[in-house]
């Protein structure tokens, strides 16, 4: 088989384009889909991430009402942000951008988003149901790896992988949606013993650890499908692309893998809560 | 090392007996601790695992509420009935006999316990809080499972836990358990291929698959811990105990393994639950 290498931007422009004609037929019933974003504080890397998400809602219809807190904000101050959004009927999808300032309870906050709008899947509730096989919107980098992963007709069941990493919105629900699909999954993380020896034996690694060039290429059985979700600083992922590109029967390329997907997901799942609503 | 067989037993003793002063607290203090249970038809071994439960909270001065519906209740009616246990401040927690009839919508009936009443985690919510380390009560098996290992002092830390089987109740939330303990997890199920050689890397073996005698002795890595969470008809665990004795370093017998520290559990979830209600 040939190496393919896994084309983020393709993938996200098909999710994109299937997205238009359903923003309109919203439109004319009445309802503009809307995505709400609260970034706290003025982490410029957050600013950044904001901006790029509230940019592409509006490229394809979706309204961005972005809310800005100052870095002194308290819980109560954004649990309160939160209930309004809530109980705002004009909006469709929550997001509460990480990390938010230290003296802020983020799981308490990431847990009052209502489940109905939890578009980012950051809840227990929205994790348990995905983990059970009826969540609506899993966290968008996993839904990304899975919607590349259909994309490219990659095989699952039976198939061993091998998630590193192991955060609420990465490690967690992207292992919960592989074994879903039958894949005999394992979940490593700064603890496990032999990483490379478990390594090995993946058809499918996931790559989720956030250390830049973490993954060699000694460690990749020939053949293997990579897919890398770490996006470190310098536009770097968790995979050592040159060494591991030669073993691999297929991988995502850092940028334009997993990165542009994921935003589309995020797009598709504010969509699919908007049109829940009519 | 010695050979260790994890005695349940005395582990399930241990556990009611702290239970005993602060199920006299509660009382003093004008509560009485009481688990509802809900049987839903006539399945025998169902009524017998129901009135099980029911006598081992008598003993230890739990009140014990039991409801027997008939075999032709409907979702809406067994709804109905979980609506009021939620809302009776007599009722701490809240247990609903799995298998339900085949007209109900279990999942819709186990998604309808407060989270603060389910004791006996079942629902999504709990399950989800369980996996991101804040549960107040995991699902009992699992739960008697660690607390089987923390009882032994079996050390977890990058141990690789192969855990077969992958159901709501018991695959999925004790592989979240161990996990967070920093094991490395492997799950595995119906699809997984090579099963054999991925039980041969596990330091921590769990069954949980629900077939009876069906993890081989020449699976077994020298000195692997086996947890056998299997009850099937005759008392028969999931491990071939005569076969997986000979390798392992400490067994869950079947029975007097899990079994009835997970009865223990379900008690000091109710106790946990009663006291939070003070």
Redesign the interface.
Same mark, same amino acid.
């Not at 069941?157 to 061993?160: A, I, M, S, Y």
């Not at 005999?184 to 993380?189: A, D, E, F, L, P």
């Given at each position: 088989m040939d190496k393919v290498i896994l084309d983020g931007k393709q993938v996200a422009d098909k999710v994109k384009g299937s997205l238009a004609s359903r923003v309109e037929a919203l439109k004319e019933a009445g309802v503009t889909p809307c995505l709400a974003t609260i970034l706290v504080g003025d982490d410029p890397s957050s600013e950044t991430y904001v901006r790029m998400k509230g940019n592409a809602c509006k490229r394809i219809g979706i309204e961005s009402k972005r809310i800005h807190l100052s870095k002194e904000t308290s819980t109560e101050e954004l649990l309160e942000v939160i209930d309004e959004l809530n109980q705002n009927d004009g909006v469709h999808g929550i997001l509460l951008q990480h990390p938010v300032p230290a003296q802020i309870d983020e799981?308490a906050a990431f847990e009052r988003i209502a489940i109905e709008k939890d578009v980012d899947g950051v =809840? %227990?509730?929205?994790?348990? /149901?995905t983990?059970?096989g009826?969540g609506k919107y899993p966290s968008c980098t996993p839904a990304a790896i899975m919607r590349i992963i259909d994309e490219y007709k990659i095989e699952l069941?039976?198939?061993?992988a091998v998630v590193i990493g192991?955060s609420?919105i990465l490690g967690?629900p992207v %292992?919960?949606l592989l074994?879903n699909r039958?894949a =005999?999954? =394992? #979940?490593?993380?700064s603890? =496990? /013993?032999n990483l490379p020896g #478990?390594v090995k034996q993946a058809d499918i690694v996931v790559a989720a650890v956030g250390k830049p060039n973490f993954v060699q290429g000694d460690w990749i059985k020939e053949g293997a499908v990579i897919l890398d979700a770490g996006y470190n600083k310098g536009n770097i992922g968790d995979v050592d692309y040159e060494a591991c590109y030669e073993p691999a029967g297929a991988i995502t390329p850092v940028p334009g893998g997993v990165g542009p997907v994921t935003i589309s997901m995020l797009l598709k799942h504010t969509v699919d809560a908007a049109e829940l609503t009519l």
């Open positions: 799981r =809840t %227990s509730l929205g994790f348990g /149901q983990a059970f009826f069941e039976g198939k061993h192991r609420p967690k %292992s919960a074994l039958d =005999t999954v =394992t #979940i490593c993380h603890r =496990t /013993q #478990i």
